[in-house]
């Protein structure tokens, strides 16, 4: 397994939910831009499941030498990379904070991806997952860099299933809505409406085998974010979401 954004709680509960319901993979290709954070998790993975891994550093902020990943082969692909950035309104129109979203989110992200979806198509097999947003359903006033981000990496995945579907190889959106993690660690959220890791880990699995096209993590945001989309922009923009 190739894991994106290898210190994200949610890629990691899935790596724990895959290799507990049996999946074998001779080895779990961990990318990340925090290696002392990486490291303790492949040790335990070690310990627990007798996986062995292989840690290798990506900095999404600066330029990616790609013969470094030649060696890497997988047939399941799990990128759960993203950064929300400040959340501050001065920060929406920060150019180092606007770049970096943008950076990490989509356009340093996307040419990574293809890299390993051109080794998919070759092969002629695998699954690709994806973690997107449901902020990327339509563009908000609170967080509009963000979610035009994600927007774009949405639109990246549909059009990357659509072009390697003949070619056997699935790929996979998921929209977790809001999440309790470290990325999220002081917002007001709505526990009715947040997910877990594990939570989140379980859906992603179960619609991993049943290969799902897009899955929202808690139902609820399927009907929250339909009904969002579908407000006339007219009264639209005069929101505070």
Known sequence: MIVLGSTSEV?????EKALQEGEKYERIYLFTSSKETTERFARHIDVMFLQQS??????????????QFDHVNSNVLFCATGYLGEGTEEALFDNK??????NINYSKLVPVMNYFAHKFE?????TIIGLSSVAGDRGRQSNFIYGSAKAAFTAYLSGLRNYLFDKKIHVMTVKPGFMATKMTEGLPLN???????????ACIYKAFKKQKNVVYVLPIWGIIMMVIR??????FKKLKL
């Open 122 to 126: 070759n092969r002629r097999s695998g």
């Open 11 to 15: 890629a990691q509960a899935f790596v």
């Open 230 to 235: 579908n407000i006339p922009e007219f009264i």
């Open 54 to 67: 292989e840690i290798i550093e990506l900095d999404l902020t600066k330029e990616i030498d790609y013969t």
């Open 97 to 102: 904070n606007t770049e970096r979203i943008i």
């Open 191 to 201: 526990p009715k409406l947040t997910a877990t890791p594990k939570q989140a880990a």
